[in-house]
């Protein structure tokens, strides 16, 4: 009895054995029926299985074999590919093999950001009508959605702040194709883009997603980055300290919404690295095209400190995805009640000359007084498609909002000449709106300019001194009226004379 009762117990644990080698091979969490992998460029797969597996994998008919290492991860690249498909990838070990199927060649990029990026078609206008006529095969989107984004009634869950204590905010479906139940709860502003460009590329356009709502910049920010800058480093420790009178309303909400927790070192979305190490790292050996980035709502009264973090930001991601790769991000629109966004939004437009392969949409027509999240994302999203377009795939020439370049002074006139690739200025009613100058850079009058196609030029006052101050646009909510020939409006800016 004592041998079969032996007997019985090796069988137990071989099947245990058995049970354990063929459920071990696992591709990363980005591969999935359905995807879309970047054109030009070598094709990498990854993923763990026990250490010393031998594995095969191969796609359009080319088989590499490799070894995990010590440590089971495991890791191979296919030689770059024009777009195409659908094709079929397979990774196999002696004991189990995973299919993928349906799988396309294009280009892929990453849509990120905070709320106005994350906000869905269903929350957008006219966004239901547009998503029941979805129906795109050559469009794939790669939802990296936040499962708890505010919590019920602001306040999350135990359950809710338990996945989010062990690193588990985003889910995804893995890769889906657009339709209209896919992308009535995708971001609006990441499907116009999408759908734009692939209908004039013609080639599959892969889209990731992982836009947090109330997201600030240091969020995605490595820990490395924060330590090693003691302004940021400064700001974010004041930022979360406990106070008796919280003035920071980002905070406050993010301290209501884990009010539930007993865990002193509760994590929450919106804190330091957070959606950095959760939404970016896990992608990070992913080739990508290119970033469309929306966010700023949650730094807009720090604007100095945002061209800081944003310049390190995007060196991090590029550092990251080891590639240069363009970064396109949306300007502040108008809201208001938000006296800080002006200069916000002329922070914005300084940092096209502080990072390089960056672009800038503008969208201060498409605002809304009352709302931070303005329901017209079509524009927002078409206008990313025309920098990409323009600057990335350089099939159109005019495709940028204007942007002030410089002021020239003849006599009692002054020049002011924009740069970027548009054809000429107009503006939108009988007269333009927005432009002031002032001598003490506290109280502007309004100027009436006349337009000399991509020069805007005006008297200055005689009884102005030597330095003069002359802004755009600059009002949390404006009417502004000069844009490009496509309609693309100025940016605000600001700019003193000497």
């Not at 079509?378 to 159109?396: H, S």
């Not at 000429?424 to 337009?451: V, Y």
């Amino acid at each position: 009895m004592k041998i079969k009762s032996l007997n019985f117990m090796v069988f137990i644990c071989l099947l245990c054995v058995a049970s354990y080698a063929q459920s071990n091979l696992k591709i990363a969490d980005v591969f999935s029926n359905g995807m879309v992998l970047q054109r030009n460029h070598k094709i990498p797969v990854w993923g763990i299985a026990s250490p010393n597996t031998e594995i095969q994998v191969m796609f359009k008919g080319i088989t590499i074999a490799t070894t995990s290492n010590a440590n089971g991860n495991w890791k191979v690249y296919f030689e770059e590919e024009k777009a195409g498909g659908p094709f079929q990838l397979t990774v196999s070990s002696k004991n189990e093999t995973i299919k993928l199927d349906n799988i396309l060649i294009g280009d892929v990029w990453l849509a990120s950001g905070q709320s106005n990026m994350h906000l869905d078609l269903k929350r957008t206008l006219n966004g239901e009508e547009v998503a029941k006529k979805a129906n795109n095969p050559n469009i794939r989107i790669y939802n990296m959605k936040p499962t708890y984004p505010t919590g019920k009634d602001g306040v999350h869950t135990l359950k809710e702040l338990e996945k989010i204590q062990n690193n588990q905010y985003f889910n995804t479906k893995g890769w889906v194709n657009v339709t209209p139940e896919n992308v009535l709860y995708f971001s609006a502003v990441a499907y116009y883009f999408a759908e734009k460009i692939q209908k004039e590329l013609n080639i599959p356009i892969g889209i990731i997603h992982n836009a947090v709502p109330g997201s600030p910049i240091e969020s995605w920010l490595s820990k490395k980055v924060i330590d090693s800058d003691v302004t940021i480093k400064n700001f974010i420790k004041q930022r979360w300290a406990d106070k008796e009178e919280e003035k920071d309303a980002m905070v406050t909400t993010a301290k209501k919404q884990i009010s539930l927790s007993k865990n002193k070192g509760q994590k929450h979305p919106w804190m330091p690295s957070y959606n950095y190490e959760n939404g970016i790292l896990p992608i990070k050996q992913t080739p990508i095209k290119g970033v469309i980035w929306y966010q700023g709502e949650s730094n807009a009264e720090h604007p100095k400190l945002y061209k800081n973090m944003f310049k390190k930001m995007v060196a991090l991601w590029r550092q990251d995805f080891k590639n240069a790769f363009p970064f396109y991000y949306v300007q502040l629109t108008s809201r208001e009640n938000r006296p800080a966004w002006s200069e916000f939004r002329n922070a914005q437009r300084e940092l096209l000359d502080i990072v390089p392969n960056t672009k800038m949409v503008v969208i201060t027509d498409v605002g809304d007084r009352q709302d931070t999240h303005a329901k017209n994302k079509q524009p927002v999203g078409e206008r990313l498609a025309l920098l990409a377009l323009g600057d990335t795939y350089k099939i159109i020439n005019n495709y940028e909002s204007p942007l002030f370049d410089n002021i020239s002074i003849t006599k009692d006139s002054c020049f002011i000449h924009f740069k970027g690739h548009f054809n000429s200025l107009n503006q939108t009613s009988k007269e333009i709106i927005g432009l002031e100058i002032s001598n003490d850079n506290s109280t502007f009058e309004k100027l009436i300019p006349k337009i000399l196609k991509k020069t805007v030029s005006f008297k200055i006052p005689k009884h102005y001194k030597k330095t003069i101050y002359v802004r755009y646009a600059w009002k949390p909510y404006t009417e502004a009226n000069l844009v490009s020939n496509l309609g693309l409006p100025v940016s605000t800016f600001k700019v003193e004379i000497k």
